[in-house]
């Protein structure tokens, strides 16, 4: 063929035949990519001018696996895909930057900056070129984009190397006494639903808060699938392993010279058994997938095939255990609802495996039938709902209405506890708690009045008092407003359905300050500050170099990442 072409190029039927090649090769592979970039998808994350690709980004997360891997490390896969991405943007900043403000690293400098990794030199301390070589021969990566990194690795500590100098010897003392700070406050819970709602609204009113509060009454996405599920134990009934197969696989055995054919009969025997099942089962799950993928019906395969089927009706995550779930009765529930929550209406997931509720190996799979969309709810069906969020938000306003009125009193001058007790309310007194939030152990009064009386202290647990965990919880919230204001501030929080209003009852300072304590801080306040500083050069320069991360390419490269994972950095 290739010689009849090169024998008639000239020929108007190969030109017309060449042509038509060229369209079909558009076709099928270079429209594609041209679609992809106007699209915008031709990228997993673009730094200024600077596009990472995906087949650029998946190359890379292969090799650090493969790096993790040969260390026998362990392997999460969407914090390693945050740690690149996160690399791979800051990399690029810097380089970026450094051609700015003209940073240029010499090649004097970098062969000093190589040359002094402990890894690569030999016993005598000199820089061994092949230790170099053999190391980047193992993590596969080749020398000029080792040189490249490296040089961006010497342009980020120069970039970074001002932050060190800064001084904060004036103001320790003040930092490490402020740190050591701890309050104590004075809180009241005012639960929402114990306030009484007088006025029943009218159909008018009720319509009116449905309108214009949507989100409230939208019934969640929910799917119709069905599980195929396949017992291992059904296809061992039938594999049979022969004695001359065992005797074989003696003969073959690294231990024969150790131990005799008799005692490893029985273990070769069903080693050799589960290879073969394993084998019929790989064979039989590999049928039935392209069975489905060619559109075959979901009874007739199941049926052909021994597969048990198992209907679940219109179920939603947000709600997985609702009506519909019955048959979710198996320990991989989740693990089938992340995969039928994955998958387009009308298609198939691959076989997986897993344990089921009597311990025995099972293979499974998913095919989803219907996607019911997220909807708003008709009114007439939930109506009663519709009240009971109106009801909810009225009982919230009285209560948030009743913690300003108790504010506004405890600012004119008067303790909580007071204006509290006046409301018919019960106050809670915390311990002692520093900057983190950690509470001192509280003691019963009873206990000082014992060894104010030379008694014995009291060790019994009933006279420890532990604050309640709702209580604990507003303590964490309110830790930051709590330290930034004075000695009888008070404020209100709203926290897992509650309003409360707390009052800051007493600020106390350490008096004496240890060196070595002081000598500690100071250094992990400095670390502090040039993190932060860190934080906001990172945050500068992905201004000036505008960062987009491409979610949606990430999804289609099965990358589970989104936008949370960089809200801090970025």
């Known amino acids: 063929m290739l010689r009849f072409i090169r024998k008639h190029s000239k020929s108007m039927v190969v030109k017309a035949f060449l042509i038509i090649l060229a369209l079909t090769f558009m076709l099928f592979f270079g429209i594609s990519d041209v679609v992809r970039r106007i699209a915008g998808k031709d990228y997993v994350v673009k730094i200024g001018n600077v596009k990472i690709g995906p087949m650029e980004f998946k190359a890379e997360k292969a090799r650090r696996i493969g790096m993790l891997h040969s260390q026998m490390m362990d392997v999460d896969e969407s914090k390693l895909t945050v740690s690149i991405l996160h690399q791979l943007i800051w990399e690029n900043l810097v380089d970026q930057a450094s051609k700015k403000y003209g940073i240029v690293v010499s090649d004097e400098t970098m062969k000093k900056y190589i040359g002094g990794m402990e890894v690569f030199r030999d016993k005598e301390g000199r820089f061994n070129a092949n230790l170099l070589r053999g190391f980047l021969r193992r993590l596969q990566v080749p020398e000029t984009m080792f040189l490249e990194s490296s040089k961006r690795s010497v342009v980020d500590a120069i970039i970074k190397y001002p932050l060190t100098f800064i001084s904060t010897a004036t103001c320790m003392d003040y930092y490490v006494r402020a740190f050591r700070e701890k309050r104590q406050l004075a809180i009241v819970e005012l639960i929402p639903d114990r306030f009484k709602v007088l006025d029943v609204p009218n159909p008018g009113i009720l319509k009116g808060f449905y309108s214009e509060n949507p989100e409230l009454f939208m019934i969640d996405e929910a799917r119709t699938f069905q599980i ?9 009934k039938t594999v049979k392993v022969e004695e001359e197969e065992v005797r074989d696989a003696y003969e073959h055995s690294s231990e024969r010279e150790e131990r005799s054919y008799e005692e490893m009969r029985n273990e070769l025997g069903e080693g050799l058994r589960q290879e073969r099942i394993q084998s019929e089962v790989n064979e039989k799950t590999r049928k039935i997938e392209d069975a489905l993928m060619a559109g075959d019906n979901v ?5 052909k095939n021994g597969l048990h089927v198992i209907k679940v009706e219109s179920v939603s995550l947000a709600n997985r255990d609702q009506k519909g779930t019955e048959a979710l009765k198996q320990p991989y529930k989740n693990s089938v609802l992340a995969v039928a929550f994955s998958l387009e209406e009308g298609t198939d997931s691959s076989f997986s495996e897993d344990i089921d509720e009597k311990g025995n190996k099972i293979y499974w799979a ?34 948030l209405k009743k913690a300003g009125h108790i504010v506004d009193k405890v600012k004119s001058g008067e303790r909580l506890e007071k204006v509290a007790k006046q409301n018919k309310e019960k106050v809670i007194v915390t311990q002692w708690f520093d900057r983190d939030g950690k509470l001192e152990e509280k003691k019963d009064e009873k206990t000082s009045a014992q060894k104010a009386a030379g008694k014995e202290k009291n060790t019994n647990p009933e006279n420890t008092v532990v604050l309640p965990q709702s209580y604990q919880r507003v303590v964490q919230e309110v830790i930051e407003d709590v330290f930034s204001q004075e000695e009888f501030s008070a404020g209100i929080k709203e926290s897992s359905g509650s309003v409360y209003v707390y009052q800051i009852l007493e600020v106390s300072h350490p008096k004496e300050i240890d060196k070595e304590e002081g000598k500690k801080f100071a250094q992990e306040l400095k670390s502090s500050i040039i993190t932060d500083m860190f ?20 999804k289609e490269i099965n990358e589970n990442v989104d936008s949370e994972s960089f809200k801090e950095m970025f």
């Open 535 to 554: 934080q906001q050069l990172v945050s500068y320069l992905s201004k000036i170099y505008e960062i987009k991360i491409n979610y949606d390419m990430l």
């Open 299 to 303: 009874e007739d395969v199941a049926q």
């Open 366 to 399: 998913v095919h989803l039938e219907k996607i019911h969309p997220r909807h708003l709810g008709d009114y007439d069906d939930m109506e009663a709902q519709v009240l009971k969020e109106w009801l909810k938000k009225e009982r919230r306003e009285e209560a």
């Open 228 to 236: 195929l599920t396949l017992q291992e134990s059904d296809i061992g």
